[in-house]
């Protein structure tokens, strides 16, 4: 064993490099770590350690069972991470905030610093144990990274350069192409860091804890979203119990977030892997909760992840003739946003709803006709009310009509009359509306509507034409006109492009 008189000057032996971490890593986590002078001195003499220790002192002894001072060196690196981390209580102000990015800022160069040396460590052909090092940084160098670089109330444009920095530093020393590969592995074969990133974030992500920071919750969120099959299902009894658990929070922002980090699972997690345990049932009740809460950013992520999630629960529904169909949950869901539709006035809400309703006819295809009744009171009810500039509640309504009568088209000719008012009257106030809708607007609107005139015309065997035929004569309105001569002249057998 080498004598302490025998280093190198500047150099300490990797016993004094050692006990000097353990100092530090004490004075970060002990009860002097209250104090800012105990704790800014600390981050000075790892900086000054940094610049002082040899790559081989600074990561000799991580192959033992205790990894050595890079055992070490790493519990000062997730320590460091702590000490940056947001709280709870500076979440919301300013002056916490600020201190929060300087602390990050500081520490981030560190970090920088650390990095650099196990860059130098890896081309110094006598230094061969900066691997084993690494392994002991990477995670916590991540996820102060992340924290850090994502545009939040705790950082500024000063931090986030320096957390960036260390992400693309952390990048190169570890030999990965990006963030993606960091964690699943960039090579076939190749373990990857995913685990290991959600076994750090595991402590507070739990019931009692995920919110004393509120970093982890964008972290746990951001770094799910970069993992996508095949890799993410070999995670699921780590990724699934937080999601669901952010999800079910009573503020809206969490909901959301909750809600998307579920609906990246379902879109990356085989079917197999969610029918197994009834977890696609647990998920799916999860959401349809969430429906009953009239927020138009929580109902648009719900269905669009319900939408994904249907082709997993119906996928061991085989209907065998004779008896009728079975009713699914994508009936159920349907069932329930018309019963919210129908009383709806809130403008966001309205055009949520809307937005969704034709995915939901595609997806029934035929089986919508359990639900005409209650889906024509709704077109006809969105079809009289304004939406604003850009109509989209009206447009969408339009397109979930022609879907409705192309799917239930022999239901179509005994609501002919009720289905021929509706459009006319849609397309009488458009005509004559002197509102702020821009021109292209409008215009949608009308061939929207006489699509929907055409499709009417053909489910009926051609009637529409015969109760439109006296309108040219006693219409005034050149665009009213115009759209139903189109009507005629197709029906005819013109050529129209409409359609």
């Known amino acids: ?43 000075q003499d790892l900086s000054a350690l940094l610049e002082a220790a040899g790559c081989d002192r600074l990561f000799a002894g991580s192959d033992t069972p205790l990894g050595g001072a890079p055992g070490t060196l790493g519990e000062v690196t997730a320590a ?70 994502l545009q939040q109330p705790w950082t500024r444009p000063g931090s986030r350069e320096v957390a960036r920095e260390v992400l693309a530093l952390l990048l190169r020393v570890t030999e990965c192409g990006s963030v993606a590969g960091f964690l699943h592995g960039e090579h076939e074969g190749e373990k990857g860091r995913f685990a290991e990133i959600m076994g750090l974030l595991q402590p507070d992500l739990n019931k009692e804890s995920w919110k004393n920071n ?143 309703l034709p ?16 889906l024509e009171r709704v077109i006809l009810g969105y079809l009289e009310v304004y939406d604003g500039p850009e109509e989209e509640a009206r447009l969408k309504i339009l397109e979930t009509l022609k879907l409705l009568m192309q799917y239930t088209w022999p239901r179509v000719s005994c609501r002919l009359v009720v289905l021929l008012k509706a459009l006319l009257k849609l397309i009488c106030d458009v005509a004559r509306d002197s509102s702020l809708s821009p021109e292209p607007v409008k215009g949608a609107l009308l061939e929207e509507a006489t699509d929907c005139l055409l499709l009417l015309d053909r489910c009926s065997q051609g009637q529409v034409k015969g109760l439109l035929a006296k309108i040219p004569q006693s219409c005034e309105d050149s665009k009213v006109v115009e759209c139903v001569r189109k009507v005629q002249l197709v029906s005819e057998g013109a050529p129209y492009s409409g359609t």
Not at 88 to 114: I, N
Not at 359 to 374: D, E, M
């Open 1 to 43: 064993m080498e004598r302490e008189g025998s280093s190198p000057p500047g150099e300490r032996p990797a016993s004094d490099l050692g006990q000097a971490l353990s100092q530090i890593l004490h004075r970060l986590t002990g009860p002097e770590s209250r104090r800012g002078s105990a704790r800014n001195a600390a981050l």
């Open 80 to 149: 460091l991470e702590k000490h940056a981390a947001p709280r709870k209580e500076e979440e919301g102000g300013a002056d916490g905030c600020s201190a929060v990015a300087e602390k990050a800022a500081a520490v981030g160069l560190l970090f920088t610093k650390l990095l650099r040396r196990v860059e130098s460590a890896k081309e110094s052909p006598g230094c061969l144990a900066w691997k084993r090092g690494l392994r002991h940084l990477a995670g916590p160098i991540y996820v102060f990274a992340i924290t850090h670089s």
């Open 214 to 356: 509120p970093a982890t919750k964008h972290v746990f969120s951001w770094t799910l979203q970069q993992v996508t099959r095949p890799w993410l299902n070999q995670h699921l009894e780590r990724i699934l119990p937080p999601s669901l658990l952010i999800s079910d929070d009573y503020q809206i922002e969490n909901k959301v977030l909750g809600v998307h980090c579920l609906h990246h699972i379902v879109l990356n997690v085989p079917a197999a892997d969610l029918l197994q345990y009834n977890r696609a049932q647990v998920l799916y009740h999860a959401l349809f909760n969430h429906l009953y809460t009239p927020e138009h950013h929580l109902i648009q992520a719900v269905l669009l992840c319900l939408l994904d999630l249907f082709p997993v629960l119906e996928k061991g529904l085989h209907w065998k003739g004779g008896a009728a169909r079975p009713t699914t949950h994508c009936d159920e869901v349907l069932q329930l946003i018309l019963t919210h539709m129908e009383p709806e006035h809130r403008i966001l809400l309205r055009r949520t709803y809307a937005r969704n």
């Open 359 to 374: 995915a939901f006819v595609k997806r029934l295809g035929i089986l919508t006709v359990r639900h005409w009744k209650r």
